[in-house]
């Protein structure tokens, strides 16, 4: 069975911080550009970031460019997202997910679904 798995998430005040990490279940994550996704109560789900194969490109929303930063190791099969700056805003439920790569060396924020969505992880930041 191919499962994502999200962990990292918590309650952390405004201006602070969280990493959260995504492994695989089934198959190989370095096979496959990753994307981080979040799903705030009442809103569709949209991509926060994504990271190629190798990890020479990423991209980012703009509302998380200069705060949040992704990041793989293939030899642990993981990849990170270090949120920093952390806005209520920033609120919602995190996924990672395959995503699709026009190329290699590219990622874009659409999901490949090479699995299915996990569980998540909560984020919520609050005073």
């Known amino acids: 069975q191919l499962q994502l798995l999200e962990s990292g998430g918590g309650l952390v005040q405004p201006g602070g911080s969280l990493r959260l990490s995504c492994a695989t279940s089934?198959?190989?994550?370095?096979?496959?550009?990753i994307g981080w996704f979040r799903q705030a109560p009442g809103k569709e789900r949209e991509g926060v970031s994504c990271?190629?194969?190798?990890?020479?490109?990423?991209n980012y929303a703009d509302s998380v460019k200069g705060r949040f930063t992704i990041s793989r190791d293939n030899a642990k099969n993981t990849v990170y997202l270090q949120m920093n700056s952390l806005k209520p805003e920033d609120t919602a439920v995190y996924y990672c997910?395959?995503?699709?790569?026009?190329?290699?060396?590219?990622?874009?924020?659409?999901?490949?679904?090479?699995?299915?969505w996990g569980q998540g992880t909560q984020v919520t930041v609050s005073s």
């Open positions: 997910q395959t995503v699709i790569a026009p190329i290699q060396a590219m990622c874009m924020m659409a999901p490949l679904m090479v699995a299915s």
């Open positions: 990271i190629s194969r190798s990890g020479g490109s990423t």
């Open positions: 089934g198959f190989t994550l370095d096979y496959y550009a």
